[in-house]
């Protein structure tokens, strides 16, 4: 079925370790994802103020589904898998 959201293209590449960091802008937040450096960081979209860094524990599966299931949107309402689950793949941008 290949890449339909931005989450298929998260599984495709967010371990591989020659990629530090994906990237997506939702909802008036900047979002960093870090493989390497086991966080994820979130800012104001508008002004870059505000910023907040989330340091996630484990390693393989155990981070990743750490990552997927955290709720760092302005509301706290909203898990990273499900904001990626309703972006098109090209919101998801590697650093």
């Known amino acids: 079925m290949g890449i339909v ?6 599984y495709e590449v967010f371990d591989n370790p020659e990629r530090d960091a994906l990237f997506f802008d939702y909802d008036g937040l900047s979002y960093q ?10 800012e104001r979209t508008e002004d ?3 910023a907040w860094e989330y340091c996630i524990p484990g390693e393989g ?3 990743i589904d750490a990552v997927l299931d955290s709720k ?6 909203k898990s990273i898998r499900e904001i990626l689950a309703e972006l098109p793949p090209e919101a998801l941008t590697r650093g």
């Not at 959201?5 to 998260?10: E, I, P, S, Y």
Request: with cysteine; glycine share 8%; aromatic share 18%.
């Open 72 to 77: 760092v949107n302005q509301n706290k309402d």
């Open 5 to 10: 959201t931005a989450l298929d293209k998260f």
């Open 33 to 42: 994802l870090s493989y390497c450096g086991k966080y994820i960081w979130t």
């Open 48 to 50: 870059g103020k505000d």
């Open 61 to 63: 599966k155990v981070f």
